[in-house]
């Protein structure tokens, strides 16, 4: 289970845009692990969807990869050429994207559309891919399969069509799956069929995914690990219930506050105050700090490092400074610290 | 218990739907019954909730109280006026257009981009005539971009030059500007960031404080309509199939269809998501073409039941309500 399939080092993107450069990704490094989802939290304009089209090779043409490396299968993944690329893509490692209606192409059959890869990547005749198409079809639970091969996506609904989306994902047996949002589009009901759809392909097809979201809920429901962005950077990373029970950075507290659970009670929801700062010119410090009732002087003189809490989990805030002054944690986390003490306290002491 | 009689005290209904009925494209192929039959109130100063997934009717329910449908049948009564009667251009109907006002979805496709923030906001001020001159518009404009927490600097830009959750509170001044009673809120924070959601659910509540406003809140994010609304509409098909207090539906969800839709929730928490089995819901039992009607099984709590269901719905409340549920619906 230890063994890393995926490795992002370092890694800065800049967009050229009019205004000048905008720093998108400032410096993010992680592992995947075989076998392991892996969600990345934060909201739009964090660098998360960023961060995975880079894995897939899918930047823009006015972007700029300033330093950094992919690593995957003991290769650079930045450094390949596109036909490398296109033999990765769609084959080692696949994407669901978030949203169904524009991710099929609607003037192909979807039979057509889910044998697509194999017929790319493997010398298979086109009975068999269909044959197969029918197999994944059913695996992601279009029950008739074999008489729906000739519809188009439109003669489907939200939900199946997202399952289509995935059945060309997986049809392959990739060994990463990169999932955009995907169910950011569908109804509650049909998003929690989903979550459990892909929670059962892994276990079958034995892939690692990357699960990127900016619902919490959702990531407490498939996470092995969780990463939270903000600004182009990771700001805290650790298991799921590290992230959940024992947040540290003031960022994923506010996060964890802000949602409001089907208790709360009390008159005002949290909100982080302000907004995400400009990328065309971040800040020096913590880009978190002009909003963070917590911050210091230094988080706005200087960026913290990262701090290890567990070899699991770290985060980059200076409260975990040594010297730091301790705080008063907001009341949701503090109930949070207590089931994380509850359920881990023998094994510290 | 169960012939309990309700005693809450008269409230005030602002909006009486009455077996509103919408069906586009009537007797053609493409006929599709968006609503089916609905009958609520929405009283004076509460928010009312309305939720379902997408294509259950909710939309067109506020479209269509708004009256930017004119329904196919039933009536609208808005303080005791039929909306689906008043004539374009009346009086009636420029004074009932004030009093009600829509915040929208999409804070991007909502706003004119070739229009400065003022002259938007100001629009409805225009139209009605509630300002004397010049000056005392720009003064009514400021006085409204400080309320939604932005500052008069930004009067005079233009709507690119905002973030969502930003055009998000353009929205709302623009709605407030006509000084309104009763605003529909479409779907108002499910385009925007985490972080900025409760910034702007915050701004709905003190305004509402503030201002005495009655709120028909539609949505699909259940945890946030909890959290804002007093009375929970719950829509399937273009039926309501429950209605009750919010935490009335939260606790004791009484119709499958809602328990379904409860279940599925994500709840921020990885030791209640681990433990979570979703409650599928099977369409075709309420697809069975019995009469129902909604019905109050409970005080104050209405589920849409047939003749020889209500007794069983019945028994259901009783007994949800002798067990304090502390566990969330769907998970064991």
């Known amino acids: 289970m230890t063994d890393t399939i995926l490795s992002v080092k370092d890694l800065q993107i800049d967009f050229k845009t009019f205004a000048g450069p905008v720093h998108a990704i400032r410096d993010v490094s992680f592992d995947l692990k075989r076998g392991e989802t892996l969600a990345i939290v934060g909201e739009s304009g964090s660098g998360k969807s960023v961060t995975v089209r880079s894995i897939m090779g899918l930047l823009a043409n006015n972007s700029k990869i300033v330093t950094g490396e992919i690593m995957y299968n003991g290769a650079d993944i930045l450094k390949k050429t596109k036909r490398q690329l296109n033999a990765m893509r769609g084959n080692d490692v696949a994407m669901i994207f978030q949203d169904p209606m524009t991710s099929l192409d609607p003037t192909m059959p979807i039979g057509k559309q889910v044998a697509e890869p194999l017929l790319l990547h493997t010398k298979i005749s086109k009975k068999k891919a269909l044959a197969e198409a029918v197999r994944v079809l059913k695996l992601v639970g279009i029950q008739?399969?074999?008489?729906?091969?000739?519809?188009?996506?439109?003669?489907?609904?939200?939900?199946?069509?997202?399952?289509?989306?995935?059945?060309?994902?997986?049809?392959?047996?990739?060994?990463?799956?990169?999932?955009?949002?995907?169910?950011?589009?569908?109804?509650?009901?049909?998003?929690?069929?989903?979550?459990?759809?892909?929670?059962?392909?892994?276990?079958?097809?034995?892939?690692?995914?990357?699960?990127?979201?900016?619902?919490?809920?959702?990531?407490?429901?498939?996470?092995?690990?969780?990463?939270?962005?903000?600004?182009?950077?990771?700001?805290?990373?650790?298991t799921v219930d590290e992230i959940f029970y024992n947040a540290q950075h003031p960022y994923t507290w506010g996060l964890l506050e802000a949602m409001p659970t089907l208790e709360t009670d009390t008159d005002r929801l949290y909100a982080i105050p302000g907004t995400p700062p400009d990328l065309l010119d971040p800040p020096k410090g913590d880009a978190f700090a002009p909003r963070n009732p917590f911050a210091m002087q230094i988080d706005l003189e200087q960026q913290p490092p990262f701090f290890q809490v567990s070899p699991t989990h770290a985060a980059a805030t200076w409260l975990l400074y040594p010297g730091a002054p301790k705080v008063e944690l907001p009341p949701e986390i503090k109930r949070r610290r207590e089931i994380w003490n509850s359920k881990y306290a023998t094994k510290e002491a | 218990m169960s012939d309990e009689k309700t005693t809450a005290p008269e409230r005030e209904i602002l909006v009486k739907v009455e077996h509103l009925v919408q069906t586009f494209n009537q007797g053609k192929k493409d006929e599709v019954k968006a609503i089916q039959d609905i009958s609520f109130n929405i009283y004076k100063g509460e928010t009312l909730g309305l939720v379902g997934e997408s294509g259950s009717g909710k939309t067109t329910t506020g479209r269509s109280i708004i009256r930017l449908y004119q329904p196919t049948s039933g009536d609208v009564l808005f303080e005791g006026d039929n909306i689906a009667k008043l004539r374009n251009g009346?009086?009636?109907?420029?004074?009932?257009?004030?009093?009600?006002?829509?915040?929208?979805?999409?804070?991007?496709?909502?706003?004119?981009?070739?229009?400065?923030?003022?002259?938007?906001?100001?629009?409805?001020?225009?139209?009605?005539?509630?300002?004397?001159?010049?000056?005392?518009?720009?003064?009514?404009?400021?006085?409204?971009?400080?309320?939604?927490?932005?500052?008069?600097?930004?009067?005079?830009?233009?709507?690119?030059?905002?973030?969502?959750?930003?055009?998000?509170?353009?929205?709302?001044?623009?709605?407030?500007?006509?000084?309104?009673?009763?605003?529909?809120?479409?779907?108002?924070?499910?385009?925007?960031?985490?972080?900025?959601?409760?910034?702007?659910?915050?701004?709905?509540?003190?305004?509402?404080?503030?201002?005495?406003?009655?709120?028909?809140?539609?949505?699909?994010?259940?945890?946030?309509?909890?959290?804002?609304?007093?009375?929970?509409?719950?829509?399937?098909?273009?039926?309501?199939?429950?209605?009750?207090?919010?935490?009335?539906?939260?606790?004791?969800?009484?119709?499958?269809?809602?328990?379904?839709?409860?279940?599925?929730?994500?709840?921020?928490?990885?030791?209640?998501?681990?433990?979570?089995?979703?409650?599928?819901?099977?369409?075709?039992?309420?697809?069975?073409?019995?009469?129902?009607?909604?019905?109050?099984?409970?005080?104050?709590?209405?589920?849409?039941?047939?003749?020889?269901?209500?007794?069983?719905?019945?028994?259901?409340?009783?007994?949800?309500?002798?067990?304090?549920?502390?566990?969330?619906?769907?998970?064991?």
């Open chain 2, 90 to 332: 009346s009086k009636k109907m420029l004074a009932f257009r004030r009093k009600v006002q829509m915040i929208f979805q999409d804070p991007y496709a909502s706003l004119n981009p070739r229009m400065k923030v003022k002259d938007i906001i100001a629009e409805g001020i225009d139209i009605h005539h509630l300002a004397k001159n010049d000056a005392d518009r720009d003064k009514r404009v400021n006085e409204l971009l400080e309320e939604v927490g932005l500052n008069k600097d930004h009067a005079t830009r233009y709507p690119h030059e905002f973030s969502g959750g930003q055009r998000q509170r353009i929205g709302i001044a623009r709605a407030l500007a006509v000084e309104p009673e009763f605003i529909i809120a479409d779907e108002p924070i499910s385009a925007l960031d985490v972080s900025i959601q409760a910034q702007v659910v915050n701004l709905l509540k003190d305004i509402q404080e503030k201002q005495d406003l009655t709120f028909l809140f539609i949505a699909h994010d259940l945890s946030m309509v909890k959290y804002i609304s007093d009375r929970i509409a719950v829509m399937h098909y273009g039926r309501l199939v429950e209605l009750a207090s919010a935490d009335e539906v939260y606790n004791h969800p009484l119709h499958p269809y809602t328990q379904s839709l409860l279940s599925a929730i994500p709840i921020p928490d990885p030791d209640i998501e681990r433990k979570r089995v979703p409650i599928p819901y099977d369409a075709s039992r309420a697809e069975d073409e019995r009469p129902r009607k909604m019905t109050e099984v409970y005080p104050d709590h209405f589920v849409f039941a047939a003749e020889d269901e209500i007794s069983q719905y019945k028994a259901a409340a009783v007994k949800s309500h002798l067990k304090e549920q502390s566990e969330p619906i769907g998970v064991q």
């Open chain 1, 144 to 238: 008739d399969a074999e008489e729906r091969l000739k519809d188009y996506p439109h003669q489907f609904s939200g939900g199946q069509r997202q399952r289509i989306v995935i059945a060309i994902a997986i049809i392959n047996h990739p060994q990463i799956l990169l999932a955009d949002e995907p169910t950011t589009a569908l109804d509650v009901t049909i998003q929690a069929q989903i979550i459990h759809l892909l929670k059962e392909i892994q276990q079958k097809i034995d892939t690692s995914i990357i699960f990127i979201t900016h619902d919490l809920g959702v990531v407490a429901g498939i996470a092995d690990r969780v990463a939270v962005m903000y600004a182009g950077k990771i700001i805290e990373y650790g």
